[in-house]
């Protein structure tokens, strides 16, 4: 298996610009995480679903965020309108099971907005 | 609020050291915690998980103390190679499993 991919890997745009970030969990994982990455902050859950569904958005930091999982084997992050302070490394992840199992990380995709 | 501290500063350790790397939390009983590794520029790779009625766990040269009663998990790496050489993420899961926080980080330095 390819693991967790995402894309772009890199992302740079300005103030005020929609920005969306891609995933593809790994195959046969029924669980799938949109984490955010910050120095000040450190690695924070933004979402998770389960079978496609959300079931926790509480991490979600305002309402220009909003995710979607149309399917198993993908999922979309996107930010509107974008703003500096959401410059960060984000990262998606896919687990089998909620409990008693890891989750596999995908590379990440380095947001800059100016 | 729920929190977890890891050393901020950078540990620095020779080459065959045991580097120990510790997970303090409050206001959590978390299930289960997990040990992460992350490189730069990439995502965390899990190392280890340790439930909450088990006091260690080992793999390889790693080995996870988890003592529920001082709220600290140690994370040992004996052995150490300049390859060992990265940013060790601390994890907790409650009991429901249904959000993982994550500790800051401790960047460990093996100088050959």
Redesign the interface.
């Known amino acids: 298996d390819a693991g967790v991919i995402q894309s772009p890997r890199h992302e740079v745009t300005e103030m005020g610009q929609e920005v969306t970030l891609r995933c593809k969990p790994i195959s046969g994982h029924d669980y799938l995480f949109w984490y955010r990455q910050t120095m000040m902050r450190g690695l924070e859950l933004l979402i998770y679903f389960n079978n496609n569904v959300p079931i926790d958005d509480s991490g979600m930091p305002e309402d220009r965020f909003s995710a979607k999982m149309p399917n198993a084997s993908f999922s979309t992050l996107k930010i509107q309108p974008s703003e500096p302070r959401d410059s960060a490394v984000y990262f998606c992840a896919s687990s089998r099971k909620l409990l008693e199992e890891t989750q596999y990380f995908g590379p990440g995709t380095r947001l800059l907005v100016l | 609020s729920q929190k977890i501290e890891q050393n901020s500063e950078a540990l620095n350790i020779q080459e065959g050291k045991t580097a120990t790397l510790t997970c303090n939390y409050t206001n959590y009983s978390p299930?289960?915690l997990?040990w992460y590794r992350q490189d730069p520029?990439?995502?965390?790779?899990?190392l280890l998980?340790i439930?909450e009625n088990e006091k260690e766990k080992r793999k390889e040269r790693l080995k996870v103390t988890f003592d529920t009663t001082l709220k600290q998990s140690l994370f040992h790496i004996t052995a150490s190679q300049p390859a060992d050489s990265a940013t060790y993420?601390c994890a907790l899961?409650g009991p429901g499993?249904?959000?993982?926080?994550?500790?800051?980080?401790t960047r460990l330095f093996v100088k050959a």
């Open positions: 299930a289960y997990q520029g990439r995502g965390p790779v899990f998980l439930r993420l899961a499993g249904f959000k993982t926080i994550f500790g800051a980080g």
